[in-house]
């Protein structure tokens, strides 16, 4: 059996809940794309309504459509980093199932990619999208992660973005990451550039993200910056803790023996015992959590690489028999 034919682009939909979109988006990438060899993969995240059943519809009249589907709903990021993981195009694509991105970005964006960068990341300008609980909070967030990082971007929340396959392929994605990819990318020595793109307002279906995903994205921002500085030395985060704790505990001590000697204030009754105590402890906690971390990082280096998703099956086209 022959293998199928290496597309030059891969466009990654995850798709959870969208039923009402997905005909005529798959129709506007195939208006976008008409001059391009490429393939279209829907990753259905554990969809409840009859999404599937629209995929599959496509995909039985459409030989570069392949279905990803998920036993339960795993979340955005795991979709896209199965997407990722199957994907065949030197350059992929991410793409919103719900209709906001304009599949007509897509050649300017693979252009703007071969002048020489490794990610275009597409910026939503002109956001289509309630104020006070979408727009606000991604612009609030967007400046935050770029002074955490050092990469400035206007639009890190925007799905549609093109990358170099060989970029993305080695970074693992976990919580709600995907959004950071051009951060990861950039630390890892990849060039990044910006975009401005076209965002549609949604006409069908509900969206499926609030001011919650706000509060996630700041958690994850925390856990790049410790992988980004530390993943390979955590000893020196808890450590330096265990440090500053042990210095507290000295002083407080050193300050309660001063008081016994030259004021004779009972050490019993000084609540400065009990800080020094308090503080020697939580040290020792704080440096034995930095050697359990270290045990976990090595671990974790050196372990085999195990996906954060689970597939029920993947659905496309067999190649003829040679």
């Known amino acids: 059996m022959t293998q199928p034919e290496q597309p030059a682009l891969s466009i990654v939909i995850p798709v959870f809940n969208e039923e009402e979109n997905l005909a005529m988006l798959h129709g506007e990438i195939v208006q976008a794309l008409k001059d391009f060899h490429y393939e279209i993969l829907f990753v259905d995240d554990g969809s409840a309504d009859k999404s599937f059943a629209v995929l599959t519809d496509i995909q039985k009249n459409s030989p570069n459509v392949r279905l990803i589907r998920f036993r339960r709903n795993f979340g955005q990021t795991a979709a896209l980093s199965a997407g990722f993981k199957h994907a065949r195009g030197a350059i992929i694509v991410p793409l919103d199932a719900d209709g906001q991105n304009d599949p007509a970005d897509i050649p300017r964006l693979v252009s ?7 990610i275009v990341s597409g910026w939503r300008k002109d956001r289509k999208d309630n104020a006070v609980t979408r727009t606000l909070p991604s612009r609030i967030a967007n400046w935050f992660i770029g002074r955490i990082t050092g990469v400035r971007l206007h639009d890190y929340g925007c799905t549609l973005k093109a990358y170099r396959a060989e970029s993305l392929k080695p970074i693992r994605l976990y919580g709600e990451m995907h959004r950071f990819i051009p951060a990861l990318a950039r630390w890892g020595g990849e060039s990044v550039a910006e975009m401005v793109v076209n965002h549609r307002p949604r006409t069908r279906g509900k969206t499926k993200y609030g001011l919650n995903r706000t509060f996630k994205v700041i958690l994850d921002l925390i856990t790049i910056k410790f992988l980004a ?23 407080s001590g050193i300050t309660v023996l001063a008081m016994k000697v030259f004021r004779e204030y009972s050490m019993n009754r000084n609540p400065l015992l009990i800080v020094s105590l308090i503080l020697m402890t939580t040290a020792v906690q704080f440096v034995l959590m930095g050697l359990l971390a270290e045990i976990l990082v090595r671990t974790y280096h050196e372990s085999q690489d195990r996906p954060i998703y689970i597939i029920d099956k993947i659905i496309e086209s067999q190649p003829p028999a040679s």
Do not use: A, M, Q
Not at 112 to 118: S, Y
Not at 229 to 251: D, N
């Open 112 to 118: 703007k990619l071969r002048e020489g960068f490794d």
């Open 229 to 251: 500085s530390f993943s390979t030395k955590p000893i020196y985060v808890f450590g330096g803790l265990g440090v500053l704790c042990f210095i507290g505990s000295f002083i």
